[in-house]
């Protein structure tokens, strides 16, 4: 049976502002192909590409993306080489469309750990769109949420003890301002890809109210049709936020 055609179905009123995705199964796709890990992740730049795109032209205001988390260096030297190099060129095209794209993009995470070419790359194309009125796309690179969490604490008493902030004044909001994402909002709606149904180290803090939407599709099948389902479903959900 064919699939519905979510995308008639959205209220455009009532958007999410922010949709978080885990972008799972590169691997397993790969496999099924009989092909490399590699490979997968390339198909899932592909992916990325298309729900990029599509997130742009339905008018959500912010994207945010899990492509390389804390834990993902303890892969195989071969993938580590293989994500860092699709980085590179994932980048190099970037700096290349900026000039025709309304996407901004920034990124979350700690930085200081890639070479520094790819540092410099990150950095420029955070400043060549800084003024970009379309989708603010959120990269994660090198992102866990614990690591997040600790750099923030880290820098709250660093703050505190050069008396920048009075500790009775830490609450939740000031936490949220020492995070990497500071200035976004928190998502309304985070997608996981693949058929799992964790977090695995994304976002903690911020996704204390979202809607969690899993999906069976491996991440390089995952398309603009699966993306306007999991906003359908969203929007046809109750949200309380703790309330009744
Ligand atoms: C999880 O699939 C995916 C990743 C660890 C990487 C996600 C990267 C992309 C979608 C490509 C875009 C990347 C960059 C760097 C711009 P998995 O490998 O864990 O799949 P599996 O669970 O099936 O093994």
Redesign the pocket.
């Known amino acids: 049976m064919d699939k519905l055609n979510y995308k008639d179905k959205l209220k455009m009123t009532s958007l999410p502002k922010h949709i978080a995705i ?10 099924k192909k009989q092909q490399s ?1 590699s490979f ?3 198909a ?2 592909k ?2 590409e298309k729900i990029i795109k599509a997130a742009d032209s339905l008018g959500i205001a912010h994207l945010t ?5 804390t834990e ?1 260096w303890n ?1 195989p030297k071969e ?1 580590v080489n293989s ?2 190099k ?2 590179n060129q ?1 980048l190099n095209q970037y700096l290349k469309d900026s000039k025709n794209s309304n996407i901004k993009i920034d990124v979350i995470g700690d930085i200081s750990k890639f070479d520094k070419d790819t540092q410099d790359k990150i950095k420029q194309l955070q400043e060549l769109t800084y003024n970009k009125s379309g989708l603010n796309l959120h ?1 994660a ?1 090198n992102y866990g949420s614990r690591d997040e969490i600790t750099r923030a604490i880290k820098k709250i008493i660093s703050d505190a003890t050069k008396s920048k902030i009075n500790i009775e004044d830490i609450n939740a909001s000031l936490i949220s301002n020492y995070l990497d994402t500071n200035g976004i909002p928190d998502p309304d709606l985070l997608i996981r890809t ?1 058929g ?1 149904k964790r977090i695995s180290n994304f976002l903690l803090w911020q996704i204390a109210y979202s809607e969690l939407f899993f999906s069976e599709k ?2 390089p099948d995952f398309d603009e049709n699966d993306l306007y389902e999991a906003i359908f479903e969203y929007q046809n959900r109750d949200r309380r936020y703790g309330s009744i």
């Open positions: 885990i972008m799972d199964g590169n691997g397993r796709w790969a496999k890990r997968g992740h390339k899932g730049t992916a990325l993306v899990y492509a390389f988390s993902n892969r993938e994500l860092m699709l980085l994932y990269i690179l693949s799992e491996l991440w």
